[in-house]
């Protein structure tokens, strides 16, 4: 045997094996815990068939702007000329001139298809979760525009300001495999999200 | 401390303040949010209707007494026929009720011809029965992608509303498929049906024309029996004489002379136009309906009563012409 190599003393060598079986113990456990917490999140959720459309998301939400916005089923959506989630209830003309437009914050964004239909696209670093346009398009369309909270943003705060001052009731934690809740007849596997 | 005459004591001011502030927020906020009345979508302005032009009073109701109600006619007795769960309810002309037809499935709109046949549209096919409740055919369906909303009998046949589809289809009295109507064809200056939202309505004029809601495009257009468009009129507008929304209207009548009824949602009002489309007075405001009010379905009868669904109150309403539009 080389004198190089020396055998590794029995309590040596229970040390290191010791050490090693631990370290393999934190990292396998914390992958595991992170892996179930994963599984078991919960995040908060508003449920648009019970929104009201009140305001409050957009000044009480922590963050400015809100974690809040508007989001657009395209599945639902009829791609109106006169897109009331779009257009003031009395516009002067079907065009994007800002006094024509419903949106305070000018977030919704219209884009010609083919006569007589438009595509309408949340612009969300913009929209501050108001729901004015929510309201529009529920009040004569299809209601199509909803609003959701946005988990790359909101901070899921353990007591939500927004959920406590909902007065509709509309929101509460979901799992965060599932963390958007749709409009009834609305399939999430057609969605186009804007 | 001694004050002098234009001194406010500190606490004073404050409570001063504060009102202030309260009554500067409670004329500025909506709802509570903190937001201005520029963040608000507000209709109330535009549900008003001004007295005068209201030309029609509620003579009665009848209650139908199904869970859900969908569809209106009335035949040439003035018999009511009302499609709702898997049912049709028959009303005689002054509201009692004379019988019940079974349904094979969800009726959604009917239409009754002279010869006494019932037709029942269900969600993607037509089926046929008699007075007595037989069934005596039921129709090809139209694909799973149909949503049947109309149907009315005319001299061309039965024509049968498709807004899944965007078409009407045209049938004789057998069932046979006659031919497509409404669908754009630049060729035949043919525009074609935008429906956003699932309401095709139909009607027959009293020139025999098919007159069909283009929703989307805020008008009615009449087709002859061969596809061809013969007029068109409507316009886009929240005002009491156009169609508000993205899509209205959503349902039509004509009247014994000529004239046209029409009902919208968004704002729900029933309204009556020349049978040049000139708009006459109104039927009902937007207060005689909840605010959500939707799928208002209109028939008329011999004496030129309109006859109103409205599925929120389950009931068919009846309108009668006023003597004198004095408000």
Redesign the interface.
Known sequence: MPEDRKPIPRREFLRVGVRGVALAAVVGGTGYLATRSREARYVWQLDPSKCTQCGKCATNCVLKPSAVKCVHAFAMCGYCELCTGYFEPEPNALTTAAENQLCPVAALKRTFVEDPYFEYEVDEPLCIGCGKCVEGCRSFGNGSLFLQVRHDRCLNCNECAIAAACPANAFSRVPATQGYLYRPGYSPATRKEG | MKHSRFQIPDSRLAGILAACLLAAAGCSE??????GK????D?TE?RKVEPHLIGYDEAGTISVPLKEVRGLAVDAKDRVFVAGDDVVAVFDREGKREAEIKAGSASRCLAVAADGTLYVGMKDHVEAYSLKGDRKVVWESLGEKALITSIVVGEGGVFVADAGNRVVVRYDLAGKQLGLIGRKDEARDIPGF????PHLDLAVGRDGLLWVVNP???KLQAFTADGDLEASWGK????IEGF?????PTDIAVLPDGRFVTAE??IPRVKVYSAEGVFECVVAAPDRFGKDAVGLDLAVDSLGRVLVLDPQAKKVRVFVRRKRMDG
């Open positions: 909506e709802k509570g949010s903190g937001l520029d963040f608000s979508y209709l535009l935008v429906v956003p939202s989307g495009r805020h886009a507008s929240a005002g508000s929304g993205c899509c209205n949602k968004g």
